[in-house]
Structures are given as C-alpha cells and as structure tokens.
C-alpha cells in the first residue's frame, strides 16, 4: 500500500522480544503483523494508551494526591540533580537507591549511574526472579548456571516452566524436541501445554520440590544409577549428602509432594538411564518459596549425580554460541559501603550478584535500617512488585525524593515527585542479541509520543546534570551503542543497514570439561553437594550447606483450620505481563477480574459458585475476586494472577514470608481461606 513503511520492531513487553512488522503511516503505527500473541497483536493499545506519560509532570500539592504539572525536561533535570546531590550531601551516596523494574536493556547504564553517583544500592526486579536460582546454582557449581544442550539431549526434565504461556519463542524449540522423539519429564503442580506433551509429568504441591528431587536422587543412588567415578572425583560433601538423601523414600517423598511413588522412581530410572539428559530450570517458579533456594540446590545435584554435567546433551556452560560484548554482566556494582539487604542476606552478595537485595525495601525504609533512606530513582518501579504493596506505598511517602520513570502513569508514579515519560519499543532503537553470535537491531517506527525519551537517554541526561563522571556514558547514546559493540567487531551504523542482523565476532566458548584441570570456582574447587559458602551462616542465619528440605507447611503460627488452602500466585498467563497489561482494552476484556482459580471439588467443598465474587483471605490481608473452576488444577490450591490493582494477589502475602537465603518471597506457596461473596 502506498505510504505505508514498514519497519522491524522488537516487541517490548515480554522477553521473547518477537521481530513484528510494523506498518507506518503518517508517521503513527497503522498495523502490525506476523506471528503474534495476544500481547503482541496489542501493540497498538500499549503505544496509543491514555495512561502514557507524555511529559515531564512534578507533583503539586501534598505527596500521593496525584495532581502534577507539566514542567520542561531542563527543569525535571535541574529539580533531580538538586534534590540528588542535596541528598548526597547530607545523608551520604547510600541514602539513594537506583531501581530497574522488568526492562532489562538500560540496566547497564543505570548501573553506571548509581556508581557514578556513589551509591551501593541499585537493585532490580531481579530481587523476585531469576537471581535465586541462580545462586541456588552457584552455591553448588560455582559459575553461571548451564542450560541445557538441547540440540543433542536424549531426554529433557522441564522442571517448572511453562513455555507456550511465558517463553512463546521456546515452544517451537520444545516441538521439535518432541518431533526428534526426546523423553520429556515435566514437574508442575498444574496440567499446562507443556506438561499435556510430556512422556512423565509429576504433578507435585507447590514448594515440595526439594523432596521430589531428593527422592529422584534416592532411587538414584539406591539402584545404582549414578555416575560413581564423576561424583568421587568432582563432587564435594558426597557422604553427607547421601546420608541425608535416605530420609526420601519415594514412599515418604509420595506423603509431602503427593506425586506416585511409582512415578517418582519411573522419573528417576529414566532421567538418570536414558541419558545425555538436560534439565530446564526456570526463573521463578522453584524460588517463590520460603524453601526456594535449597529446593533448587536439590534439583541441580541430580546433575552432577548422574554426570550429565558439562556432556553434550547434558547442562553444558555456554551450550550457545555468543558474541562478545561490552557490559552486560560485565559492569560491577559499586560496592564501598554496605549494601541494603547486605545482612539479611549474605550469601546473596558472597554469590557475586551485581545488585543489592531490596524485597524488604518497606522495612529498610520505614525503619530507617541499615541507614536512612532517602532517594529513589526508579526506571520502572511498581510497588504492584511486592508483597503486601500497599505497604511499600505508604513507605515511597516517607521519602524526600522518588522519581519515577516509566511508559504508564502508574500506581507507584503517584507517590513520585517527579514522572518521566520513557518511550516504548517502536519509539527507539535497541540492539539485540541472539544466540548464534547474531547482532540485530530494533528499528525506531515512530517519534516518540509526546515529549518521551528513551530510558539510556534518561539516564545520560540526569548524569550530565548532576555532573558525574562516566567516562563511557558521557559520550552520548550512539557513542554508548558502538561502545556495547565494539568487541563483536560491528558497530550501530552497521546493524543500521542491515537492522536484520549480522554476525558478529563469536566468542571463545570455554574448553569442553575444564574443570578436569581448573576444577570448579567453589571454595572446595568441587561441586559442593554441601556448599561451604551457607555453612559459613550456620550460626548466624541457619543455613545449612545440605540441600536441606523445609516443608513450608510446617512454618509455624499459621492457623490452618483457618486457612486451608495454599496460595499459589503468579503462574503466567499469556495474555498477561505482569501489572503492566491491565490497561490494555483487549487484554483487560479477556477476563471480568482477577480471577481465583480453583478445582472444582474444593469449589463445591466451600460453598463457592463458579463465575461469582469471592472474598481471599490470607494471615496478611484479603483481595476480591471472580471464582474460576478448573481441572487443571490440584485440588487445595488457589492460582491467582498478580498485578491487578483491582484485586491485588501480592496484598494476600507476607511481606516477612521470605526465603531467608535469597529473599525471594514465597509467592507460590502460602495459605488463604476464599469465601464466597453475597450478590447485591
Ligand atoms: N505471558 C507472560 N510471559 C512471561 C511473563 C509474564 O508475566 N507473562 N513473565 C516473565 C517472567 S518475569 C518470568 S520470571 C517467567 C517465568 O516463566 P515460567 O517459569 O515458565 O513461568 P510460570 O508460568 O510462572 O511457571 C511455570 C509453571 O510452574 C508451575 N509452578 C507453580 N508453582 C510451582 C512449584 O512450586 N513447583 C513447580 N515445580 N512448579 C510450579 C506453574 O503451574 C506453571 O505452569 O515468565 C516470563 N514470561
Ligand atoms: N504475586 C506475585 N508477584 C510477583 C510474581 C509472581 O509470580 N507472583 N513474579 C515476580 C517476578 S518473577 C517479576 S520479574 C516481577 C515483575 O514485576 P515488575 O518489574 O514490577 O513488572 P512490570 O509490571 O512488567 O514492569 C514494571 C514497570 O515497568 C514499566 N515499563 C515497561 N517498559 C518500560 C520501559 O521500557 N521503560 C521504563 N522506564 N519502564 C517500563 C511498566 O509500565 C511497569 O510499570 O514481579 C514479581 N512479583
Ligand atoms: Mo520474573
């Protein structure tokens, strides 16, 4: 069609970042197409919202009344360098924290700039997801956590990921997996897409998974399954650990996990007999519990058990080729003076991770512990995050300055100072990575709405007016951009051309089992079955270096006569992304209201009525919501989505319920009572 430009765009609302072609007319995005999901085809609603920031705004009035003016971006920078350097001044660099929420690609240059200013305290989303398995992972092999290699595996054990709901781009990968004719085994509580294909699905409670592990690991053992020269020459703690692998029978393992002792030994026989075999691990699902980080600990030794790791097919570090680049995990936090969440939890800075541990910013800031707080800079920030949100939003009033950054005028942006319009994907340019050394580059379709920016821009701008040094970032976006690619040998004129892609310099990959003469990075140099670095916290914390089994029922003060039911929130869905979706028309019409979700015998056992208001109650507070029935579902357990300010799941949950490793609350496993609600 005449007037139409079409322009390559990666889509910014969930990690698979779908290539989607954009049609421009008149300057405004006049389609979209390809191969879209329900958020993609949505696109449109997510650029043209009402609830966009369009403006620079500053607050006026009184702290969370939500009037605010349009101001120049010259002010909103001379207010925020102001009101940053008077902080610094008087409080001291860690009075200010600097917060990503999901995004990920301005993470780097953020981290900068709270270096830059001094401050110890940037964190991310990252302290609810991802980070605590990956510390569960190297706590026991002291790297980054391997994935598996799919192309030659023999049977694949997805434990806990729902591809086709939250990794769309990885369900063509697990067809063809299927297609090959690969055994799949899949751990998951509910019947999903992709627990419905696989050959042995052990539909476990929520938070048990230490002890399905642990009694995989029994059977393991018990029938002599296991790689006994790998284990002998690699694997530190072994004695201990197999001692404490003989409390799991899967007799035992049948009464706490509710999974067949038939299938757990069926699981077992096959994962560890019908190798090279692989276990996908997944960001969140195993962690968002009191239990989480040793849960995972338990999955990972199965590995190193049965020697599938570093084997072709096995989990292999850098199973995927990559390009070189600057900054990506390769940019170091600021780490002078301590840390928020430094003494709650060590280990989660011993373990390397380049940001502080903020899931109990309420506390830190309420209390003023371990010193005052502030400033907040958020990119992103969305109280809707957290446990008991209601709570960190009274807490952002407590501050002397929030500014808050983002697409949407959001919840958490009434409580800011300042607001900044950040623009969306079809508003910038952005260079993406992709396994294969691939470089490629998501085209700008349209200017920016309003007065947006994109947040790398942001960023530079509050450094240069706050006059900080950064000697990368102070050269301006396009400079930043050659900078990131430098080591690939390409540069953003290039990827400009041909905005497809190009292949860049392919790194090195890590010399096929190195650790036979470097051993692993761990203090002992062996993969730790008992981890020394939580030995170190036996006295203090309470860890223990086993992959010890906590049943979270068994946490006390819980009234279970009251709350039968356990609360497991979040599983994702595909129209869903976190709280940012609900004000998209076509994604909100798709369900009347936060849905609780529940087996139709516990409906009838309650007195509940499908399709009726029902009232979630919890030990930490209450939340509305639409009875949903599903077979899919065990029964005991109520799903519900979270980020939904009209019904909120985060409000039914403690904000002290954490894992005390990692600090990952236990969104997945708590307990709530539903109550159906009288109709007017
Ligand atoms: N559409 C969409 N996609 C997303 C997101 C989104 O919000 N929407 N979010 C992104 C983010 S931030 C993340 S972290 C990933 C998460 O990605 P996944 O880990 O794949 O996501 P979930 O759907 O939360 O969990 C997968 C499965 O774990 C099961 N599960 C729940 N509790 C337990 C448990 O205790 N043990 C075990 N073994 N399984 C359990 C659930 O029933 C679910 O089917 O998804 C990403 N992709
Ligand atoms: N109950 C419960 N709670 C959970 C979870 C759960 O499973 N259950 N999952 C947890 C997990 S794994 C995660 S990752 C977190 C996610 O939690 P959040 O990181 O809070 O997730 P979002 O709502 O996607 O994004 C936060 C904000 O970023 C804004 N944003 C989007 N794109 C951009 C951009 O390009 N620039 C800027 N500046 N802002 C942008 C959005 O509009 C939104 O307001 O939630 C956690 N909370
Ligand atoms: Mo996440």
Same mark, same amino acid.
């Given at each position: 069609?005449?007037?139409?430009?079409?322009?390559?765009?990666?889509?910014?609302?969930?990690?698979?970042?779908?290539?989607?072609?954009?049609?421009?007319?008149?300057?405004?995005?006049?389609?979209?197409?390809?191969?879209?999901?329900?958020?993609?085809?949505?696109?449109?609603?997510?650029?043209?919202?009402?609830?966009?920031?369009?403006?620079?705004?500053?607050?006026?009035?009184?702290?969370?009344?939500?009037?605010?003016?349009?101001?120049?971006?010259?002010?909103?920078?001379?207010?925020?360098?102001?009101?940053?350097?008077?902080?610094?001044?008087?409080?001291?660099?860690?009075?200010?924290?600097?917060?990503?929420?999901?995004?990920?690609?301005?993470?780097?240059?953020?981290?900068?700039?709270?270096?830059?200013?001094?401050?110890?305290?940037?964190?991310?989303?990252?302290?609810?997801?991802?980070?605590?398995?990956?510390?569960?992972?190297?706590?026991?092999?002291?790297?980054?956590?391997?994935?598996?290699?799919?192309?030659?595996?023999?049977?694949?054990?997805?434990?806990?990921?729902?591809?086709?709901?939250?990794?769309?781009?990885?369900?063509?990968?697990?067809?063809?997996?299927?297609?090959?004719?690969?055994?799949?085994?899949?751990?998951?509580?509910?019947?999903?897409?992709?627990?419905?294909?696989?050959?042995?699905?052990?539909?476990?409670?929520?938070?048990?998974?230490?002890?399905?592990?642990?009694?995989?690991?029994?059977?393991?053992?018990?029938?002599?399954?296991?790689?006994?020269?790998?284990?002998?020459?690699?694997?530190?703690?072994?004695?201990?650990?197999?001692?404490?692998?003989?409390?799991?029978?899967?007799?035992?393992?049948?009464?706490?996990?509710?999974?067949?002792?038939?299938?757990?030994?069926?699981?077992?026989?096959?994962?560890?007999?019908?190798?090279?075999?692989?276990?996908?691990?997944?960001?969140?699902?195993?962690?968002?519990?009191?239990?989480?980080?040793?849960?995972?600990?338990?999955?990972?030794?199965?590995?190193?058990?049965?020697?599938?790791?570093?084997?072709?097919?096995?989990?292999?570090?850098?199973?995927?080729?990559?390009?070189?680049?600057?900054?990506?995990?390769?940019?170091?936090?600021?780490?002078?003076?301590?840390?928020?969440?430094?003494?709650?939890?060590?280990?989660?800075?011993?373990?390397?991770?380049?940001?502080?541990?903020?899931?109990?910013?309420?506390?830190?800031?309420?209390?003023?512990?371990?010193?005052?707080?502030?400033?907040?800079?958020?990119?992103?920030?969305?109280?809707?995050?957290?446990?008991?949100?209601?709570?960190?939003?009274?807490?952002?009033?407590?501050?002397?300055?929030?500014?808050?950054?983002?697409?949407?005028?959001?919840?958490?942006?009434?409580?800011?100072?300042?607001?900044?319009?950040?623009?969306?994907?079809?508003?910038?340019?952005?260079?993406?990575?992709?396994?294969?050394?691939?470089?490629?580059?998501?085209?700008?379709?349209?200017?920016?709405?309003?007065?947006?920016?994109?947040?790398?821009?942001?960023?530079?701008?509050?450094?240069?007016?706050?006059?900080?040094?950064?000697?990368?970032?102070?050269?301006?976006?396009?400079?930043?951009?050659?900078?990131?690619?430098? @080591?690939? $040998?390409?540069?953003?004129?290039?990827? +400009?051309? %041909?905005?497809?892609? /190009?292949? =860049?310099? !392919?790194? &090195?990959?890590?010399?096929?089992?190195?650790?036979?003469?470097?051993?692993?990075?761990?203090?002992?140099?062996?993969?730790?079955?008992?981890?020394?670095?939580?030995?170190?916290?036996?006295?203090?914390?309470?860890?223990?270096?086993?992959?010890?089994?906590?049943?979270?029922?068994?946490?006390?003060?819980?009234?279970?006569?009251?709350?039968?039911?356990?609360?497991?929130?979040?599983?994702?869905?595909?129209?869903?992304?976190?709280?940012?979706?609900?004000?998209?028309?076509?994604?909100?019409?798709?369900?009347?209201?936060?849905?609780?979700?529940?087996?139709?015998?516990?409906?009838?056992?309650?007195?509940?009525?499908?399709?009726?208001?029902?009232?979630?109650?919890? @030990?930490? $507070?209450?939340?509305?919501?639409?009875? +949903?029935? %599903?077979?899919?579902? /065990?029964? =005991?357990? !109520?799903? &519900?989505?979270?980020?939904?300010?009209?019904?909120?799941?985060?409000?039914?949950?403690?904000?002290?319920?954490?894992?005390?490793?990692?600090?990952?609350?236990?969104?997945?496993?708590?307990?709530?009572?539903?109550?159906?609600?009288?109709?007017?």
């Amino acid at each position: 069609m005449p007037g139409r430009i079409l322009k390559k765009v990666n889509c910014g609302i969930c990690p698979s970042a779908c290539r989607i072609d954009t049609y421009v007319e008149n300057g405004k995005i006049a389609s979209i197409e390809g191969k879209l999901c329900s958020k993609g085809a949505a696109s449109r609603q997510y650029v043209y919202n009402k609830e966009r920031i369009l403006y620079p705004m500053k607050q006026t009035g009184e702290k969370g009344n939500g009037r605010f003016e349009r101001i120049s971006w010259g002010e909103a920078y001379g207010i925020i360098a102001d009101r940053l350097l008077e902080i610094r001044e008087s409080y001291g660099a860690q009075s200010a924290v600097f917060y990503a929420g999901y995004p990920k690609w301005y993470r780097p240059a953020l981290l900068r700039l709270s270096n830059a200013y001094g401050s110890p305290n940037f964190c991310t989303e990252s302290s609810t997801c991802f980070q605590a398995a990956a510390l569960a992972w190297r706590s026991t092999f002291g790297n980054q956590i391997c994935f598996p290699d799919m192309a030659h595996t023999n049977t694949l054990l997805i434990w806990s990921n729902n591809l086709y709901h939250s990794n769309t781009a990885m369900a063509g990968t697990y067809q063809r997996l299927k297609d090959r004719g690969v055994k799949i085994i899949a751990v998951d509580p509910r019947v999903t897409p992709t627990t419905r294909k696989a050959d042995i699905h052990l539909r476990l409670f929520p938070g048990t998974d230490g002890a399905l592990a642990l009694s995989m690991a029994y059977v393991i053992l018990t029938e002599k399954l296991y790689d006994k020269s790998f284990v002998e020459k690699y694997v530190y703690g072994f004695k201990e650990y197999e001692k404490y692998v003989h409390k799991f029978p899967p007799k035992r393992a049948q009464e706490i996990t509710g999974v067949d002792k038939k299938l757990i030994r069926k699981a077992a026989r096959l994962y560890a007999g019908s190798g090279p075999a692989g276990i996908l691990v997944s960001p969140s699902p195993v962690v968002h519990h009191v239990n989480g980080v040793q849960n995972y600990r338990a999955v990972h030794c199965l590995i190193a058990l049965t020697g599938n790791y570093d084997t072709l097919g096995g989990n292999c570090p850098n199973a995927e080729e990559a390009s070189p680049c600057n900054e990506f995990g390769k940019v170091k936090r600021f780490n002078g003076i301590e840390a928020i969440g430094e003494r709650d939890f060590p280990v989660w800075f011993d373990l390397s991770c380049e940001e502080a541990q903020c899931t109990k910013l309420a506390d830190y800031i309420m209390e003023e512990k371990p010193y005052p707080l502030k400033a907040l800079t958020g990119f992103g920030f969305s109280h809707r995050m957290w446990p008991q949100p209601e709570r960190l939003q009274e807490a952002l009033k407590k501050l002397d300055f929030f500014v808050n950054v983002d697409l949407f005028f959001s919840d958490s942006c009434r409580m800011a100072d300042i607001i900044l319009p950040a623009a969306t994907s079809f508003e910038r340019e952005e260079i993406c990575i992709r396994p294969g050394g691939v470089f490629s580059l998501s085209e700008k379709a349209v200017e920016p709405l309003g007065e947006a920016r994109n947040d790398i821009e942001i960023i530079i701008g509050m450094l240069k007016a706050m006059k900080l040094k950064d000697d990368v970032l102070k050269q301006g976006y396009e400079a930043y951009m050659d900078y990131i690619l430098k @080591p690939s $040998g390409l540069s953003l004129d290039m990827l +400009r051309q %041909s905005p497809e892609g /190009l292949r =860049g310099k !392919v790194c &090195i990959p890590p010399r096929f089992r190195s650790y036979e003469t470097e051993g692993f990075s761990t203090p002992s140099g062996k993969i730790e079955f008992v981890s020394q670095i939580l030995e170190r916290y036996r006295e203090s914390h309470g860890y223990s270096g086993l992959p010890w089994y906590r049943d979270f029922r068994e946490v006390p003060g819980i009234d279970r006569k009251k709350y039968p039911l356990i609360l497991n929130t979040g599983s994702r869905k595909p129209q869903y992304f976190h709280a940012r979706t609900y004000r998209i028309p076509y994604l909100a019409a798709l369900e009347d209201a936060t849905l609780i979700e529940m087996n139709p015998a516990d409906i009838k056992k309650y007195g509940l009525r499908e399709g009726r208001k029902a009232v979630v109650t919890s @030990p930490a $507070g209450s939340m509305e919501g639409i009875i +949903r029935s %599903s077979v899919n579902i /065990l029964e =005991g357990i !109520v799903h &519900i989505y979270h980020g939904n300010k009209n019904g909120d799941a985060n409000e039914l949950l403690d904000k002290d319920y954490l894992d005390p490793i990692s600090g990952f609350p236990g969104f997945k496993s708590y307990f709530c009572q539903v109550e159906g609600k009288e109709q007017p």
